[in-house]
């Protein structure tokens, strides 16, 4: 079949910026406290359920953080270069190459799933996609952590946010209600939303939702 035209967008804008993105990219340990608050109590939920899969992970730094806390992590991204600089930086932990709207993963094979900063690039229409593959591969009880941009509908346009090449966004970035109305038509049940404000004028609001997958 063939691939959807953003997925070939997003892949390759990746690869050309894989190794600015992993320089630039903050680590976990310089995140503000509510984030790695919402990332510990994500692990804490998920750990006893199955493996996680960190979902368009890019230089792995997450996927580090949440092995570092005990939970057993592994990390996804459709960006081949992204994926061989997370395996070069952590080679104790599993990366593969693959996209969260046709996920190579079992039904019911995880006990969470994690999506940080990752679900804006896909295009609106196609996050019903990405939602419900999020439901067909966790386990009965498993839980999610979906964490982006959040707004008002307006366009993410293309920005050199890593050196000089274009990453390619096509979607809109979507109210929380918005957000976690369609979690809920894609059968997950969201228990907790959190909106962050820019703390300094001109930044973006942030939001994190914990939902997980009914028995
Ligand atoms: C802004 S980076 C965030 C990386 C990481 N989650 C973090 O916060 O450090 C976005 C990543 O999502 C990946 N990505 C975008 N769409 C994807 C998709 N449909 N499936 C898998 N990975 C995707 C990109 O290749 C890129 O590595």
Not at 61 to 90: I, Q, W
Request: aromatic share 6%; proline share 8%; charged share 20%.
């Amino acid at each position: 079949m063939t691939e959807p035209a953003h997925l070939t967008a997003i892949r390759e804008s990746y690869d050309t910026v894989a190794a600015d993105c992993a320089r630039l990219v903050k680590e976990p340990a310089e995140l503000d406290p509510v984030s790695r608050a919402m990332l510990a109590a994500f692990g804490e939920l998920a750990v006893p359920l199955g493996p996680v899969a960190d979902l368009g992970c890019g230089p792995g730094k997450v996927t580090a953080h949440l092995a570092a806390l005990g939970v057993p992590v592994f990390g996804v991204d459709v960006s081949p270069r992204m994926t061989e600089l997370a395996r070069a930086a952590y080679p104790e932990l599993r990366f593969t190459v693959d996209s969260m709207t046709a996920l190579d993963i079992a039904d019911g094979e995880l006990g969470g799933i994690l999506a940080y900063y990752t679900t804006h690039h896909t295009p609106t229409q196609w996050l019903p996609t990405a939602f419900a593959e999020f439901r067909r591969t966790l386990a009965p009880g498993g839980r999610l952590m979906l964490a982006g941009h959040v707004g008002n509908g307006e366009h993410l346009r293309p920005t050199r946010a890593y050196g000089d090449h274009p990453v390619s966004y096509e979607s809109r970035l979507l109210p929380p209600a918005r957000i976690a109305e369609l979690l809920g038509q894609a059968g997950l049940v969201v228990t907790t939303r959190v909106v962050q404000e820019p703390e300094e004028g001109g930044g973006r609001q942030y939001g994190t939702f914990l939902a997980y997958k009914p028995e």
